[in-house]
């Protein structure tokens, strides 16, 4: 396709189970973005990759949550044991030039920890 | 590093009237900005963007205008439609920041009254 993939669209998980999110980036771009959205708020950084570089894992809240990249192309990003509180919806977006070039964003995963 | 203030959690106005969302940054030295556009259950969309070296730049029925004195950005919607309704956040760049030096705002609902 032509945007930003992600799925699954809806995972619901019982609290302590692990999940994988699942995004495709647009062909050619190099730079992607995970976001955490949680209802009526706004984006909240997880991790950043730039084509090869190590990755910018600053805004991971926690050990549980992990991302991975391969290459220049698809990214998952997994957290174990989940809880409550990871109730939200994961966007990833990606960009042809880094942050000095427009996001286009995945339609987001939504998480529900029962 | 940046954050990125907002003004109004949300905002009313009638179908046909202009809008202007605002948007406060903390870091002189940011030097790209960006707003986002996001309807319900979507990813956000880029809408348009200006550069530091800018203090004003047009699209098709909007405006973002730039006060680097102040540090405040403002879109203006022009003549709103209901398929305007949506949150829109700003997002600033600071080159060598982390997360690839891009901070989103927390968002504004925009809903456009009949």
């Known amino acids: 396709g032509a945007g930003v993939s992600q799925s699954p669209s809806n995972k619901v998980t019982e609290k302590g189970k692990d999940v994988e999110l699942r995004c495709d980036p647009i062909s050619g771009h190099t730079a992607l973005y995970w976001y955490r959205q949680r209802l009526g708020q706004g984006l909240e950084f997880l991790i950043y990759f730039q084509g090869n570089s190590a990755p910018d894992k600053s805004g991971l809240p926690s050990d549980r949550f992990s991302a991975e990249r391969t290459g220049e192309s698809v990214s998952t990003l997994t957290i174990q044991r989940t809880q409550q509180e990871d109730s939200a919806v994961y966007l990833c977006a990606s960009s042809l030039v880094r942050s000095t070039g427009e996001l286009f964003f995945g339609e987001g995963s939504r998480l529900t920890v029962l | 590093g940046e954050s990125v203030g907002l003004h109004l959690p949300t905002l009313s106005v009638q179908e046909g009237d202009n809008s202007i969302i605002n948007c406060a940054y903390s870091?002189?030295?940011?030097?790209?900005f960006i707003w986002y556009k996001q309807e319900s259950g979507k990813g956000p969309q880029f809408i348009i963007d200006?550069?530091?070296?800018?203090d004003k730049r047009q699209g098709q029925r909007v405006t973002v205008l730039l006060n680097k004195t102040v540090k405040h950005l403002s879109l203006q919607i022009a003549a709103t439609q209901p398929g305007d309704s949506a949150v829109y956040f700003c997002a600033v760049v600071y080159s060598g920041g982390g997360a690839d030096g891009l901070t989103f705002g927390k968002g504004t609902h925009l809903i456009i009254q009949p």
């Open positions: 870091n002189s030295a940011s030097d790209y």
């Open positions: 200006i550069r530091s070296n800018m």
